[in-house]
């Protein structure tokens, strides 16, 4: 993630305005503006969402925190009918300008990850942290792909032989001589 949005919903800060401190605030698009979001998302809808972020100094970048919640129209994965259902999550992005020597650097050698480490900063294209992209991005992140609405259930049942597909095929055998 550079900090820029593919949608039309997005908030900026330039870092300047955070080396004067931090702050916090509350990011709420409107209905025209989750509904380019759902789009964006292969939602049915999103009825709801908001974001309560808090924007500091983090070495010569930006620490972001905060949780969105958020109500997300889907399709059912079993029954395709629509149905919404709540979301939450927590938001912690680190951001560091271009050539900043904080950014990471590109390894040639064996990455080791450990589990409980933060992620390294995202680098920034210019000069603004587009906060309403890491909101989406997060929401994103906590959407399940197959959603089921409470209380449907697939269930399965396998085919008599009369039903198989396979079963024409047996009038099709030639008796050897």
């Known amino acids: 993630m550079s900090g820029a949005t593919k949608g039309e919903w997005n908030r900026p800060v330039r870092l300047h305005e955070i080396g004067r401190g931090e702050f916090k605030l509350r990011l709420e698009p409107d209905a025209a503006e989750r509904a380019r979001i759902a789009r964006e998302l292969d939602l049915e809808s999103l009825p709801a969402l908001t974001a309560d972020i808090t924007v500091r100094p983090w070495l010569d970048g930006a620490e972001i925190i905060g949780r969105f919640k958020a109500t997300v129209g889907q ?37 080791e990850l450990e589990l409980d480490a933060p992620d390294p900063p995202d680098v920034l294209e210019g000069d603004a942290i587009d906060l309403a992209a890491y909101v989406v991005e997060h929401l994103a992140l906590e959407i399940d792909p197959f959603a089921r609405k409470p209380g449907a259930e697939f269930t399965y049942e396998p085919p008599t032989q009369e039903e198989s597909p396979f079963a024409v095929l047996k009038g099709l055998k030639t008796p050897k001589p």
């Open 75 to 111: 399709l059912c994965s079993v029954s395709a009918e629509p149905f919404e259902q709540p979301l939450q999550g927590e938001i912690e992005i680190r951001v560091v300008p271009a050539g900043s020597p904080n950014a990471p650097g590109e390894s040639v050698h064996e990455v």
